[in-house]
């Protein structure tokens, strides 16, 4: 209902302006002649009403279109594809439009072009100082668009980066929001993301492979802890039944370190059966081997003279 609360404010401002002839026609005309102070401002309202209304019914036809793709459901790679498209298009688009109705109302402000043109004129380092200005700008426009059609990530992709675990929350123009999994926000310029390397762990399907490591004593059974790590993972709904692999990774003088992977449906899922699995295996080697926890062994030799 909001939205349609401002795209009618914003109709009624228009046709105010289309009227106003009518209302005002006792005042005096030269009041309201095109280079006048209240000329201008109905000009200028005339540009922002209609930028107004395209803006907002842009924004209706978007909202509209978005519900047809719920990005809550459990296979929601299309929807959040088309999310992030839709929103940074609208993004740009918007953009334009403000950028152009600025642009046309600076332009039909006679005094202040003929100030601006002087300005110019008689100061490049202006100049130079606005180029480089809208040069950021231009990059970050270009960085936008060029997520959208590449699309590096979308929506609610989980991404590592700056070594911190998180989902994609906000995508715009200038910059982009990650939500960390301890609830903060990670806020970086939409040109990191093209100039510096990030793990998405969702770019083509949202299932995904986890990784545990223990550590144990060389008298361990491998062959008995498999056999637990399958049970384990029949038993719970984190698990989606495709990855049981349990190997011996290294050997070090003291320990062997063995990777678990298993997988799940998704990285916030990923994440719990690791946990459970890790405590689980653990408690298992405590209770049933707890000679085959790592230690370190002392000989103590007697040398007989």
């Known amino acids: 209902m909001k939205k349609y609360s401002r795209l009618l404010i914003s109709i009624l ?41 395209i803006i907002e019914t842009i924004r209706i036809f978007k909202n509209r279109l978005l519900k047809k793709y719920d990005i809550s459901d459990e296979d929601n790679l299309k929807s959040r594809k088309l999310h992030t498209q839709i929103n940074i298009i609208e993004k740009v688009i918007v953009f334009v439009i403000i950028l152009s109705a600025i642009g046309l109302i600076l332009l039909s402000i006679e005094s202040i072009k003929e100030i601006g043109v002087g300005i110019f004129a008689s100061a490049g380092v202006v100049g130079i100082i606005i180029g480089l200005s809208a040069q950021k700008i231009v990059g970050a426009l270009l960085a936008g668009i060029q997520i959208a059609v590449a699309q590096p990530f979308r929506v609610d992709d989980a991404v590592v980066v700056e070594n911190e675990w998180g989902w994609i929350e906000e995508i715009n123009l200038t910059y982009i929001v990650v939500r960390i999994w301890d609830k903060r926000r990670l806020v970086l310029p939409t040109t990191y993301f093209l100039e510096k390397p990030f793990q998405n762990w969702t770019r083509t399907t949202a299932d995904i492979i986890g990784s545990i490591f223990i550590y144990t004593d060389y008298q361990i059974s491998f062959d008995i802890l498999r056999k637990e790590l399958t049970q384990l993972l029949e038993s719970t709904d984190l698990w989606d039944g495709d990855v049981n692999v349990l190997q011996v990774t290294d050997s070090k003088e003291s320990s062997l370190e063995i990777r678990i992977l298993v997988s799940a449906k998704n990285s916030p899922t990923a994440w719990d059966l690791r946990v459970y699995i890790r405590e689980k295996m653990i408690e298992f080697i405590q209770k049933n081997y707890p000679e085959s926890l790592p230690r370190t062994r002392v000989i103590l030799e007697n040398n007989k003279q």
């Open 13 to 53: 401002i228009l046709l105010f302006l289309v009227s106003e002839k009518h209302i005002f026609t006792l005042i005096d005309a030269t009041y309201f002649r095109e280079n006048s102070v209240l000329g201008i401002v109905k000009h200028a309202l005339y540009i922002a009403s209609i930028s107004w209304i």
